[in-house]
C-alpha cells in the first residue's frame, strides 16, 4: 500500500471522452441484442480492461474482416475505418454498425475535399495506429504520413497546394512543432481551423499541464496502445515532472511515492480503475481537483444501432399489441454511463 502520498491532485477532465461512451455504450447494446459471438473490427477503444470484458461476453475482435463470417453482427471501432474495409463489412451480409467517432469522421471528410481539390496532404500520425491506418486509406494517392518533425524536409517538394490534418488525439507540441515546420518549408499549409486535435486531447492535456508542475509523480491510467494515453504521458514527461508513470491500473501502480501526486486517465480509461488508483493511493491530506473546464459533449448512439432500435421496437409492439416508443429508449442513452455499462458486463 502507497502510505506516504501526501495529497492527490485530480486532473479534470479525464478519463471517457464523448466518442469512448458512444462506443462502448454500442457495444454495449449489440451484446444484449445479438447472440455471441459479435465481432468486432480492431478494439473497439484501446484499453485492456473494456477489451476483456466484451470479450468474456463473447465479443470477438479481428483485424480483418475475411475472419467475420457471412451473416453475423459486426462493429467497427471508433478509431475509424478505411472506406474498403467499411465496404467489405457491408458485403458480409450481416447487421453492421460503425462506432466511428464524429471527430474522426471529420478528418475522413477534410481528406476527401483537400485530394479532391488537388491538395497534397501531410498527415501527422502514428503509423501503425488504427485511427492513422483508417485516414490515410480515405485518399492514399495524396496523403504522406509524417510522425516526427524531421520527416517533414524529407518530402518532395511540390507546385500543389499543402493540406496539413492530423489524428486526433496527439500531444498539443507534437502537432506545433510539426505545423511551424511545413510552414517553414512549404509556406502557408492548409490546416482546420485550429488543428484536428479533439476537444477531449486538448482538454485532458490542458488539465494535465496544470497537475503536472505541482506534483511529485504523475501517474496516467491507459493502456499502451491508447495514442491520447501516452500523448499525456510525454506531456507530463515535459512539463517537468521527473516521476510520470503510465499504468494500465492499480495492480501496476508503484508502491514508493511520496508527496503530491498527480492523477489523469486517457479518453479510453474506465472510471473504475481510477477509482481503484486512488483508493490504493489513499492521500493522508485528501484529493485536490484540479478542474479546467467542463466537458460536456455527448455523441448519439450510430445511426445503425437507432435504425435496429427503432426495427425491434416495432416488432416488440406487433408481439404485444402495444406500442413501443423507441425514441425514449434512445433518449435514456444521454444518461447513461459507459463506465455502469462496462461495469454491468463484468
Ligand atoms: S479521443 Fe477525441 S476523437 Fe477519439 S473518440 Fe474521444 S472524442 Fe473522439
Redesign the pocket.
Known amino acids: 500500500m502507497a502510505t506516504n502520498v501526501n495529497k492527490v491532485l485530480l486532473s479534470q477532465p479525464r478519463g471517457f471522452?464523448?466518442?469512448?461512451e458512444m462506443?462502448i455504450k454500442a457495444l454495449g447494446w449489440m451484446v444484449r441484442v445479438f447472440e455471441a459471438p459479435v465481432y468486432c473490427y480492431h478494439e473497439i477503444?484501446h484499453n485492456q480492461l473494456v477489451v476483456e470484458r466484451f470479450k468474456k461476453l463473447g465479443v470477438v475482435f479481428v483485424d480483418d474482416i475475411n475472419e467475420v463470417p457471412f451473416g453475423y453482427p459486426l462493429m467497427l471501432s471508433?478509431?475509424g475505418s478505411a472506406p474498403e474495409v467499411v465496404k467489405q463489412a457491408q458485403e458480409k451480409g450481416g447487421v453492421v454498425i460503425n462506432a466511428v467517432?464524429?471527430?474522426?469522421t471529420k478528418v475522413h471528410h477534410e481528406v476527401k475535399v483537400r485530394a479532391k481539390n488537388g491538395y497534397k496532404i501531410i498527415y501527422v500520425g502514428h503509423k501503425g495506429h488504427d485511427?492513422a491506418l483508417g485516414t490515410v486509406a480515405v485518399a492514399p494517392e495524396s496523403i504522406e504520413l509524417v510522425e516526427r518533425v524531421e520527416e517533414v524536409s524529407n518530402i518532395e517538394k511540390t507546385s500543389q497546394p499543402i493540406a496539413l490534418l492530423s489524428q486526433?488525439?496527439l500531444a498539443q507540441r507534437e502537432w506545433s512543432e510539426i505545423l511551424d515546420e511545413a510552414n517553414k518549408q512549404f509556406g502557408t499549409v492548409w490546416t482546420a481551423g485550429k488543428s484536428d486535435l479533439?476537444?477531449?486531447?486538448t482538454n485532458r492535456q490542458g488539465a494535465l499541464e496544470q497537475v503536472a508542475i505541482r506534483s511529485d509523480a504523475v501517474i496516467v491510467i491507459g493502456s499502451p496502445n491508447s495514442s491520447?494515453t501516452l500523448a499525456l504521458e510525454k506531456l507530463a514527461k515535459e512539463s517537468g515532472c521527473k516521476n510520470v508513470y503510465r499504468i494500465d491500473g492499480p495492480d501496476e501502480l508503484p508502491l514508493d511515492l511520496e508527496g503530491i501526486v498527480g492523477v489523469t486517465a486517457g479518453?479510453s480509461a474506465p472510471q473504475e480503475l481510477i477509482d481503484g488508483v486512488i483508493e490504493k493511493l489513499n492521500p493522508l491530506d485528501g484529493i485536490e481537483v484540479v478542474d479546467v473546464t467542463i466537458e460536456d459533449?455527448y455523441f448519439p448512439p450510430p445511426r445503425e444501432l437507432r435504425d435496429l432500435v427503432k426495427i425491434l421496437s416495432g416488432l416488440l409492439s406487433l408481439g404485444i399489441g402495444k406500442h413501443i416508443d423507441s425514441s425514449k429508449i434512445l433518449g435514456q442513452d444521454r444518461n447513461l454511463n459507459a463506465s455502469e455499462v462496462i461495469q454491468t458486463l463484468a
Open positions: 471522452c464523448a466518442g469512448v462506443a477503444v471508433a478509431h467517432c464524429p471527430l474522426v485511427e486526433t488525439t479533439c476537444f477531449a486531447t491520447n479518453a459533449e
